[in-house]
């Protein structure tokens, strides 16, 4: 009975070129080893893919059973060839995949360290942990955010174990990304229903970023403990280069909870303070002529200090380009301006200089 009659009969299935299959062990000579695949016939090893695979091949014996991948149906000589490498690698990203979708946890040894991030190895895979994708407990708040003093940071776990699960793979650029904080985000979420948006929590600063401030807080029992993200936006009503000058490692304070989205929650400090915009339209009026410190430029102007809280903006196109502002102002020194605009709602200002 033939292959086509044998498939008709539903009795096997023609082998197709891509197909992993199981082998048993039939023969071995120098360079080559032949399988066993059942009814759909025999299977040979050799060439390269033997060459590829001789740390694999040379401790099978006879009757031992190894899976394959097809790459030809039927050489020269009748015999369907196989490759071991290919099919180890399709095996190891299926069980990568599986292991994703199960969002299974993975103990993994970090192996090396760069300024992105952490190093490691699944089944022989190169993965990478983003520092995106680390705990909060290990995440490297580095003030100032210097990337030489986060990369000695993230050296510190090189050797060390870490549970992951997989974040993100791609088989056909080898991308392997870990997640860290994946494991938390679940009981995040959980425990972030005890809380909502205008609460008031207080807690400590856990770690200071250029980009903010953490802050390790729990509820009203005591009982939870979360960490969530000051932005430095969110630090003070006034402008702010450094959040190390308003809050410091260690430091008790309050917050109020302004968002909580996808496990993740954002506290504000400002949101306690008084702001000083509210009153701000008995002290200035459009078309006052006031005196203030250039603080800053960006590409839409300079940055003008009124009082240590309000700072309005002195626009670009009031000196046509970067350069001639530049001329006329210095940061750092006093001039006199005019108010074009007040709008107390947007905590905005508009100035133009007064020549």
Known sequence: MNKDILAENNLIKPPKIGEI??????????????????????????????????????????????????????????????????AGRELTWDSLFDKKNGKELITVRITGANKGGLLAEIAGVPAFLPVSQLSGANYPKVEG??????????????????????FDLDPKTGKLILS??????????????????????EGEITGIVDFGAFMKFSDAQGGLEME????????????????????????????KII???????SLSLKALKEDPWQEIEKQYQKGDKVRGDVTKFNP?????????????????????????????????QQYDFQIVTIDPKEHRMSLKLVE
Not at 145 to 166: H, N, P, S, W, Y
Not at 192 to 199: P, V
Not at 259 to 265: A, F, L, Q, T
Request: with cysteine; glycine share 10%; charged share 30%.
């Open 21 to 86: 299959i199981k082998g048993k062990v039939i023969g071995k000579k120098k360079g080559t080893m032949f399988l066993d695949l059942g009814a759909i016939g025999a299977g040979i090893i050799y060439g390269k893919e033997f060459i590829d695979a001789k740390y694999v091949l040379k401790d099978l014996k006879i009757g031992d059973t190894i899976m394959a991948k097809i790459t030809d149906l039927e050489n020269e000589d009748g015999y369907i060839e196989l490759s071991i490498n290919q």
């Open 259 to 265: 968002d909580i989205s996808n496990g993740k929650v």
């Open 300 to 332: 839409f102007g300079a940055f003008v200090q009124l009082t240590p809280k309000i700072q309005g903006l002195c626009h670009i196109s009031e000196f046509g380009s970067r350069p001639k502002m530049e001329e006329k102002l210095q940061i750092g």
């Open 228 to 255: 969530g993200l000051i932005h430095i936006s969110e630090l003070d009503w006034q402008l702010i280069e450094n959040p190390g000058d308003v809050v410091k490692t260690g430091e008790k304070v309050k917050a």
């Open 145 to 166: 955010g210097e990337t030489d003093k986060i990369l000695r940071e993230l050296q510190k776990f090189i050797g060390q174990e870490m549970a992951v699960q997989i």
């Open 180 to 201: 860290e904080k994946m494991k938390e985000a679940e009981k995040m979420k959980e425990n972030l229903k005890n809380f909502k948006t205008e609460d008031v929590v």
